[in-house]
Structure formats: C-alpha cells, structure tokens
C-alpha cells in the first residue's frame, strides 16, 4: 500500500501562521494585563525613586512635612493632593493620613519593611509607594515615609476588567476576531466563487471565470482553473457530440431524398399500391425522427444562448389557442383551468420558445392518446423552502399506462406499443425532447395515473415574483 506523503503547501502554512499567531497574542494578553493591575505589589524603577524624592523636596521647602510634624489636621479635600507624604513613627504612629487611608498604610508598612526596594499598591481609590527613610529632628531612630496618592481613571478601568473574567474574554476575541475574520475571508471568497461557477455550470452556463484562477491562495486557484478547465472540456465534450448529432442527422437526410424521390419514380411506373404507401409512410416516419434528432442536437445550445425573463402567460397563450382548435376539429372535449390570480405578475427566466415547445408537446400527446376528452390544470406550487414553481399538468381519458412505465417514457426511443406508436405515427422523441427542455431550465417533468383514467404528465418551473 502505497502511503501519502505530507507536504506543506501555501494554505496550510498559513492556517498554522494565522493559529499560532491568534493563539499567542491571547496568550500574551493573558500573561501581560495581570502585571498591569495596580493592586499587586510592584517595585519601584530608579527613575520612580528619584521621582519621589524630588517630590520630598518639594515637600520640605514647601512646610508640607512641617505641617505634619506640627500635628495640623488633615482634611478631606486634602485627599486630592498629588503625591501627599505620610509619615509613620518608630511608635507606629501614622502622622498626615486620613483616618480611612491609616489601615491601608498600616497593612502597606507591614507588607515592605525594605527601605532598599520601595514598592507601590492601589487600595480602593489610593495609590501608596514607600517606605522611604526619615529622620524626625535630631533623632537616630528611622522613620518611615509614605507618599499617598489618587487614582485614575485608567486605573479603575483597568481593574474592572482584571475583576471581570469574561470582559477580558471579550477583549481577546475583540483583538483576534478581526485577524481570523480576514483570514477566512481569505479562504472563503475563492470557495464562494467556485460554488457559483458550480451552479452557473449545473445551469448549463460553461462560461469561463477568470477570477477563479487569479484570487485566494495558491491552491484554491489551482482548483479554479482546474475547475475552468474542466468547464472547458465539458463544453467541447456537448459541443462535439451535438455537432456529430447534426452531422448525422444532415448525412441521413440526402439518402433519405433520394429514397422518396425513388418511391415517387416507382408510384409512377406501377401506380398507388400497398407496398408503395407502405414504403413512404416509413420514410415519413423516418424523416419526422431525424428532424427531431435536429431538434434534440440544437435545443441545449438554443437553451443556454437564448435565456431571457418572460411573463408565464407567453407560454400557454398561443399553445392553448392551437389546442382548442385541434380538439375542436377532433371533436375532443378539452377542458382549461387557469388557477392562478394574475399570472401576469409571474415572470421565468429560460428560454421562451423551448418552454413553449415543451409545453405544446405534452397537450398534443394527450390529443394524440385520448378518446375524447383531455382536461389542461396550470397552478402554483410552493415547496418547504417557500420558493415558488409554476404547474402545467395534462390529464386525458386514453388508455393509459402501467405505472412501471411511467419513467421509461421519457426515454429517447422508448416505446411502449409499437402497433400502437406506429398506428399515432410517434418517433418516441416527443416526450424526451420536454425532459431536456424542462431539464434546463431547473425543472420537473413526471407521468402518472390520471384521474379521467387516462395518463396525466406535469410540467414544474421555477419561476420568480415580480418586485
């Protein structure tokens, strides 16, 4: 057994790239923010010490120390001021703190007993950094030094997320969704592009998409021209085997003259007898195949060149006049019911004059099979996905068919009584002819027991309301 080699290739490395990168990026996101909440204890940089002590400076010259030593009470706008001292005394003693900040400063004193590395903490609403040394007046004895400040805005933001678990989730996703986003954009587009050249293919459309094989990755451009080039061959493919249909069908149509101007020779010399009118009801049969050989070669091309949108009443307004007027003359009782509130506000988009075709083939079957009586239903169905079809149904009161007959008939050639098609004068082409037509156009056609006996065939289209 042979075993498949793994080889790496444009999109795969991509997708691990575009992963990995999603993958670290929320991964540094959750390994980064924790270091960013303020209420953890964080050492304080040289550049933060120097700060400070310029701030002491400031805090000398300006009494502000002095003030504290003095015993002057702190009030509650002082609570505002940036990067206020707080001294605490060898006794414990906390001196130009608010009472509410003194528990704070007490838990932050026992937490960093290290003049040499002086920290900061957030608690609630307040920033603590220290301990710094001091010296209250002559004595030996070291205090400590605080500096108590507010916080801001961004801080309080800051901590709302780290306190809330799945806004930080929200914020991951906020930050990759658009990486990932762009990524399957990437992928999906070429796909959503071979997807409609798929069903512009099933539709019978072998035009060539160009964008197929110029955008997306490397590979899915592989595929898209792959995919033009089989949309190539396939068209070639039809192409030639209707133009070997049509050559045949032209080859047979010059021995075929002959042939009846020999049986018209011979009519002559021996006059009108059995044999003779024999003889040229075969070759009438003979020539009304080929001819609609000719019409089966040339309708699938005649379907994709000619598709345009037409009101649904273009194809049974004429078909229906020509009927009543057979069946008239036939002495043929041919009921019409129209079943639809204005079917001029329903439109198909097809081919107008193969449809009709289509359409004026199953009325002349029934003509053709009945005792005297056919019975033509046109209405709208409407499937589970609400999308709307246009019903032509033809029921006679013939002989019918066995049921296991029902889907043989569509069959080119098929016949299911040769006395009786020869006796019609059928080729046995009539009812294949509307299976392609209908076929084209992303239809339905279906035989089955009618309910005046006979057999019924129904024609189904989809077809579009008029905005």
Not at 58 to 79: C, F, H, T, W, Y
Not at 160 to 172: A, H, K
Request: with cysteine.
């Amino acid at each position: 057994m042979r075993v498949k080699k793994f080889s790496l290739n444009q999109l795969t490395i991509r997708t691990f790239i575009v992963f990995w990168l999603a993958f670290f990026t929320m991964a540094a996101l959750l390994v980064a923010l924790p270091h960013y909440d303020s209420r953890l204890y964080s050492d304080l940089n040289q550049n933060d010490i120097s700060n400070y002590q310029k701030k002491l400076f400031e805090s000398i010259r300006n009494n502000k120390i002095s003030s504290i030593l003095a015993g002057v009470p702190v009030l509650p706008v002082d609570k505002f001021d940036s990067y206020r001292p707080v001294i605490m005394t060898p006794e414990q003693e906390i001196l130009g703190a608010l009472d509410k900040e003194k528990r704070f400063i007490t838990r932050f004193a026992q937490e960093t007993n290290d003049f040499s590395t002086p920290q900061r903490r957030v608690f609630n609403d307040i920033e603590i950094a220290g301990p710094f040394k001091f010296y209250i007046g002559d004595s030996e004895t070291t205090s400590k030094l605080f500096f108590v400040s507010r916080t801001n805005d961004q801080q309080e933001i800051l901590r709302y997320i780290l306190d809330q678990p799945w806004i930080l989730l929200i914020l991951m996703l906020i930050i990759t969704t658009p990486l990932l986003c762009w990524f399957t954009r990437t992928i999906v587009k070429p796909i959503t592009h071979l997807q409609k050249a798929a069903n512009s293919i099933a539709s019978g459309n072998f035009k060539v998409n160009k964008e197929l094989a110029n955008y997306g990755p490397s590979e899915l451009r592989d595929v898209g021209q792959s995919f033009n080039n089989m949309s190539i061959a396939v068209d070639n493919l039809i192409s030639n085997q209707h133009n070997l249909l049509s050559s045949i069908s032209h080859e047979l149509k010059t021995p075929l003259t002959r042939l009846q101007l020999a049986t018209a020779l011979i009519r002559h010399q021996i006059g009108d007898t059995e044999p003779v009118k024999r003889i040229e009801k075969e070759i009438q049969q003979m020539d009304k195949m080929i001819s609609e050989l000719l019409l089966v070669s040339h309708q699938k091309m005649d379907s994709q060149m000619k598709h345009h949108l037409f009101s649904v009443v273009q194809l049974w307004d004429e078909v229906i006049e020509d009927a009543l007027f057979e069946a008239q003359q036939r002495r043929i009782t041919c009921d019409v019911n129209i079943a639809i509130l204005h079917p001029e506000e329903y439109v198909i988009s097809g081919n107008l004059s193969l449809l009709a075709s289509a359409v004026e083939n199953i009325i002349r079957n029934a003509l053709k099979y009945t005792k005297n009586r056919i019975c033509l239903t046109i209405n709208l169905y409407r499937n589970e996905n609400d999308d709307d079809f246009l019903q032509i149904r033809v029921d006679d009161n013939g002989l019918g068919l066995p049921p296991e007959e029902f889907h043989n008939i569509f069959k080119p050639f098929y016949r299911v009584d040769e006395a009786r098609t020869r006796e019609t004068g059928g080729t046995g082409l009539g009812l294949t002819i509307v299976y392609n037509v209908v076929s084209e156009h992303q239809g339905k056609v279906w035989a089955e027991q009618s309910n005046l006996g006979g057999l019924a065939v129904t024609i189904q289209l989809p077809l579009w309301k008029q905005s």
